[in-house]
């Protein structure tokens, strides 16, 4: 594998991975006015940044005596990863970790010519002054020492790529899920408004053409216009009664569906609020308004 043994290239992921993990938090700490632990994990890891470099040097191997295309080869390299990547997270998590959208000359906000030309001079800088003394560290640590310290991070980077990835799937599906019942409660009130007018529209044409009745069968007959009158008051009470079991119904579903949100926006597990919080730029158009909800509600639990 070009010049360096398998585990090698294991330690320079995990060493990228943190470098790019303080990078960011530093970046987007300072961007924020506070403390963010930047990432998809909750360990001070981030993998785009560590995959990216491990891709930087493997493409950039042969041709490291060659500035210009080194450069070239770690834009294509980097920007098609970042591409892909966004593309893959999101349409399993529902949601943009990273959103390009208000850059200029962006693709689908996934990449953007900024970011790429960025990446490429980042290659440049990793592979001529940042990689020379992590190669220089990695290739004289003691060997044993190494494949221990890779099984102890290994381990670590798993548990918890899983646990993410979980946490991350059951929150797309909670931002999917108060979407629709948000759109089912809107649905809802507006069959409330429009039963209440129907029924009340009904009732008064009922009273109207019965009242009308009334008034020509009592030249008839009085025992006509009785029934007629005792027909009015029962088939009012009917529509009545329809009316208030079809309220009572919606009413019920209502507040079902109410209680339901309301839990679903309190029960926010560490890993939940860590995702959110590690990545303030993330965004979702399918469900920008359920994402903002779930926002303000971590912000108002912590400042309370």
């Known amino acids: 594998m070009y010049t360096y043994a398998w585990y090698h290239w294991l330690t320079f992921f995990y060493i990228y991975c943190f470098f790019g993990w303080i990078f960011e938090s530093t970046y987007v700490s300072l961007k924020q006015g506070r403390f963010v632990n930047r990432g998809f994990l909750r360990l001070p890891l981030l993998p785009l940044y560590g995959t990216g470099a491990v891709m930087m040097l493997w493409v950039s191997l042969p041709v490291k005596n060659n ?132 029924t009340s529209q009904r009732v008064n044409d009922f009273r109207e053409d019965t009242a009308s009745k009334v008034n020509e069968l009592k030249v008839l007959r009085e025992d006509a216009a009785q029934k007629l009158a005792d027909l009015k008051q029962d088939t009012a009470m009917r529509v009545a009664g329809l009316k208030t079991e079809t309220e009572t119904a919606l009413n019920a579903r209502l507040e079902l569906l109410t209680e339901n949100r309301r839990k679903m926006k309190q029960h926010m597990t560490f890993y939940k609020k860590g995702l959110l919080r590690g990545n303030p730029s993330a965004s979702s158009k399918r469900f920008a308004e359920a994402l903002k909800e779930l926002r303000e509600t971590i912000e108002q639990k912590k400042s309370a």
């Open 67 to 198: 500035l210009f295309l080194v450069y070239i080869s770690g834009v294509i390299a980097a920007t098609i990863l970042e591409y892909v990547t966004g593309y893959v997270m999101e349409r399993l998590f529902k949601m943009k970790y990273w959103d390009y959208s208000n850059q200029r000359f962006n693709i689908h906000g996934y990449i953007c010519l900024s970011s790429s030309i960025a990446w490429g001079f980042l290659t440049i800088f990793m592979t001529e002054i940042v990689h020379k003394p992590v190669e220089d560290l990695v290739l004289h640590l003691n060997p044993v020492l190494e494949l221990t310290l890779l099984g102890i991070i290994s381990a670590s980077f798993v548990a918890d790529s899983i646990q993410s990835v979980r946490e991350a799937l059951d929150l797309g599906r909670a931002l999917e899920a108060m979407t629709k019942m948000k759109a089912e409660l809107e649905d809802i009130q507006v069959q409330m408004a429009l039963l209440k007018a129907e």
